[in-house]
């Protein structure tokens, strides 16, 4: 599914009719700009995902660009990344854990348990979760990314995502922020646009 081709009125829409503050919200933030990474295969959007984890969008950036200087600017195939010396790879910015886990990739991509793009667009959202989870080092806000930000699916909460549990307790005006089973319970009336719920409370201003 290409975003570029999505009408977002229908969703903010519904999600404006929600309550005030949800209005008042999508008011705030402006039209919904949402936009996918269809072109990367989900063997890449993984290890980028792995190289992003725990640091800083800048650090995740320089990390990602020295493992392209590796290939000539380009994203290596997986046969290429398994071939890669460790310590060039630990020269990138990767910890040892995380070499572990894109080689885990790689392997994968090489077995076929990470699917093609095209593979993956014949899968439901559980099933792409139940068989990336296998992956080591692989949790399910990792693959809850690539469903949003690779895949493009439309009802995607990440209800272990700081960013977006903070988000409501502050829409809400909270003392205290929701558990993950509480959100994913709250967010249920957010279906089938979970995920552009999501993408405004990751702007709720603070």
């Given at each position: 599914?290409?975003?570029?081709?999505?009408?977002?009125?229908?969703?903010?829409d519904?999600?404006?009719?929600?309550?005030?503050d949800?209005?008042?919200?999508?008011k705030?933030?402006?039209?919904c700009?949402f936009?996918a990474?269809r072109?990367?295969?989900?063997?890449?959007?993984?290890?980028?995902?792995?190289?992003y984890?725990?640091?800083?969008s800048?650090?995740?950036d320089?990390?990602?660009?020295?493992?392209?200087?590796?290939?000539?600017?380009?994203?290596?195939?997986?046969?290429?990344?398994?071939?890669?010396?460790?310590?060039?790879?630990k020269a990138?910015?990767?910890?040892?854990?995380?070499?572990?886990?894109?080689?885990?990739i790689?392997q994968?991509?090489?077995?076929?348990?990470?699917?093609?793009?095209?593979?993956?667009?014949?899968?439901?959202?559980?099933?792409?979760?139940?068989?990336?989870?296998?992956l080591k080092?692989?949790?399910?806000w990792?693959?809850?990314?690539?469903?949003?930000f690779?895949?493009?699916?439309?009802d995607?909460?990440?209800?272990?995502?700081?960013?977006?549990v903070?988000?409501?307790?502050?829409?809400k005006?909270?003392?205290?922020?929701?558990?993950?089973?509480?959100?994913?319970?709250?967010?249920?009336?957010?279906?089938?646009?979970?995920?552009?719920?999501?993408?405004?409370l990751?702007?709720?201003?603070?």
């Amino acid at each position: 599914m290409n975003t570029r081709k999505i009408n977002f009125i229908e969703a903010t829409d519904t999600l404006a009719r929600l309550d005030a503050d949800w209005a008042c919200l999508i008011k705030t933030v402006g039209p919904c700009t949402f936009d996918a990474k269809r072109e990367r295969e989900p063997y890449e959007a993984l290890i980028r995902a792995v190289a992003y984890q725990q640091l800083h969008s800048k650090a995740g950036d320089a990390n990602i660009k020295r493992l392209l200087d590796l290939y000539g600017g380009t994203f290596p195939a997986p046969a290429q990344l398994i071939a890669t010396e460790f310590g060039m790879l630990k020269a990138c910015g990767f910890s040892a854990c995380k070499i572990e886990t894109i080689h885990g990739i790689a392997q994968g991509a090489l077995s076929g348990l990470v699917p093609s793009s095209l593979d993956a667009d014949t899968m439901t959202d559980k099933q792409l979760i139940d068989r990336l989870i296998k992956l080591k080092g692989i949790g399910q806000w990792t693959i809850e990314m690539l469903l949003i930000f690779n895949l493009a699916r439309l009802d995607i909460l990440p209800a272990d995502d700081f960013a977006i549990v903070e988000g409501y307790k502050r829409l809400k005006k909270l003392d205290v922020a929701p558990k993950r089973k509480e959100i994913a319970q709250i967010g249920a009336c957010w279906s089938p646009y979970r995920t552009i719920a999501s993408w405004y409370l990751w702007r709720v201003p603070k």
